[in-house]
């Protein structure tokens, strides 16, 4: 199979090459920094869908930057507006105001439906500090602390969403969940029971309410859920 065309040419690249790259993060970031592959990908420039190494090699990226980015790599649009906004002003913070983060806000509540709390939004700087976020404010709000969550699910890398994570792969063993219980996900494709839907009486779902009544005190503080 071929690649879709491209007429991006990568600028000749005159960084460390990959084991200096290496050895600098080795020797001065922290052990915790895992990497893919047993021979590590060095990524040295990008455009819309695609990424090139030290060698000018291209790749075609179908991980979209582990699902965080998805207008594409230096992206013209994105690239102009960033440019724009650097040139004018680099950081503000939120106790000083700026028009763009309000408009910003009421672009994204013009996508939700009408007359939905998703109407106020409140931006935070990555995945895990938004689920810690949500995780506080429910808690604050019902005066309750436990948390129903799915199994084979991540919620995020500090304490509190990895006490949401329900993935062995991406817990210590040394931080205990805390007042987290964890419900079967529904997944057909590969059904924790065996089950086939719609005969299955979706089972999945119906293991919520025994969760609740057995294992909690009855009253949740919130039930957190991966989408996708």
Not at 11 to 38: H, N
Not at 94 to 103: D, K, R, V
Not at 141 to 156: A, C, M, Q
Request: glycine fraction near 8%; charge should be neutral.
């Amino acid at each position: 199979p071929q690649l879709p065309p491209c007429n991006h040419v990568p600028q000749p690249y005159d960084g460390p090459d990959k084991q200096q790259v290496l050895a600098l993060r080795q020797q001065y970031l922290t052990p915790g920094l895992i990497t893919y592959y047993r021979d590590p990908l060095l990524v040295v420039e990008g455009s819309m869908q695609y990424v090139w190494d030290e060698t000018g090699k291209r790749y075609l990226d179908a991980f979209a930057g582990i699902v965080t980015v998805s207008v594409g790599h230096c992206h013209p649009y994105v690239v102009e507006k960033v440019r724009e906004q650097v040139g004018k002003l680099q950081h503000t913070t939120t106790i000083y105001l700026h028009p763009t983060i309000g408009l910003f806000g009421q672009k994204l509540a013009e996508h939700m439906p009408a007359g939905s709390q998703l109407s106020v939004s409140y931006f935070t700087n990555s995945g895990s500090e938004a689920n810690e976020l949500a995780v506080l404010m429910s808690r604050e709000f019902t005066g309750k602390s436990e948390v129903i969550s799915l199994r084979n699910s991540y919620h995020g890398g500090t304490q509190g969403t990895m006490a949401l994570t329900a993935h062995g792969t991406w817990k210590f063993p040394t931080n205990p969940p805390s007042a987290v219980k964890n419900a079967t996900p529904g997944y057909c494709y590969r059904c924790p029971y065996g089950l086939t839907y719609p005969s299955c009486d979706i089972r999945c779902a119906r293991d919520i309410e025994p969760l609740i009544r057995y294992e909690t005190s009855g009253q949740v503080a919130a039930f957190i859920a991966e989408p996708i």
